[in-house]
């Protein structure tokens, strides 16, 4: 499975960012589609997460703000990033957790892409 993440940049307080993740491989049906994000000294941390069945579960620094999204029958998530704040920079990595693969066969792993960097200048 590869993760190709996109859409970070450089952004005033209050603007707007959409980041774009896409799982590629051989993949039949995802668990998972996950957004982290690690800010400078900081530990990485969940912030957004949606569920095969479409269910979305939020970070409450992030409720409200941002939304996250599936592309229907595509391996394709969007976060769209609102209100943005200084203390959401950081380096945001989108991630998948267990697939079945086109044999059928599970893999209850974590997958990672390579990090797109948010910064939100006050």
């Known amino acids: 499975v590869q993760l190709q993440a996109s859409g970070g940049g450089l952004v005033q307080t209050g603007g707007s960012l959409r980041l774009s993740c896409v799982a590629s491989?051989?993949?039949?049906?995802?668990?998972?589609m996950r957004w982290y994000r690690q800010a400078p000294g900081k530990q990485r941390e969940l912030i957004a997460a949606?569920?095969?069945?479409?269910?979305?579960n939020y970070a409450d620094s992030v409720k409200g703000r941002f939304t996250l999204s599936r592309d229907n029958g595509q391996n394709t998530v969007h976060l769209q990033m609102t209100s943005l704040k200084p203390e959401d920079t950081g380096v945001y990595y989108c991630?998948?957790?267990?697939?079945?693969?086109?044999?059928?066969?599970?893999?209850?792993?974590?997958?990672w892409g390579q990090g797109t960097l948010v910064t939100v200048s006050s």
């Open positions: 991630n998948v957790n267990s697939i079945i693969d086109s044999s059928g066969t599970f893999h209850p792993l974590d997958y």
């Open positions: 491989g051989s993949i039949f049906r995802i668990y998972a």
């Open positions: 949606i569920i095969s069945g479409g269910r979305t």
